[in-house]
């Protein structure tokens, strides 16, 4: 099972600056890349909320997804779009062969996505759900 979970605020940089139209390039560019997926990811969309724009995504695969609809490079590609975007994304691979009982978190700053431990969810057993082994 492969499931993710993930947000990011698209910038154009990491300063305060007023929108100009290097911007409004910047976020049709991850609008287009992101209809472009569609519908072959679960939950994947950009909105504008108060002004700024917000890439969320959320799904559950069977296996690792292809490398064009793979999550972690979704977030990389966002952050070679839009330098200043920022987010998080926390993956759950049981196949994976260091972290199959674990969350890994996937962070995305200053257009660049580092991988980091997870303190919250992870060992998944027994912090989120119970060892079922069945007994005969």
Do not use: C
């Amino acid at each position: 099972m492969y499931q993710y979970h993930g947000w990011a605020v698209i910038l154009e940089s990491t300063g305060d600056e007023e929108r100009n139209e290097r911007e409004e390039i910047i976020i049709e560019t991850a609008k287009k890349y992101i209809e472009d997926l569609q519908p072959n990811v679960d939950v994947l969309d950009i909105k504008a909320i108060n002004g700024q724009y917000h890439l969320w995504m959320t799904g559950l695969w069977n296996r690792e997804p292809s490398s064009k609809f793979n999550p972690v490079g979704i977030m990389e590609n966002i952050g070679m779009i839009a330098p200043g975007s920022y987010g998080m994304l926390y993956v759950f691979n049981d196949e994976h062969s260091k972290h199959s009982n674990e969350f890994i978190v996937y962070v995305l700053a200053r257009g660049s996505v580092k991988e980091k431990k997870d303190p919250f969810l992870s060992p998944l057993i027994p912090v989120v759900t119970d060892d079922f082994e069945f007994e005969e």
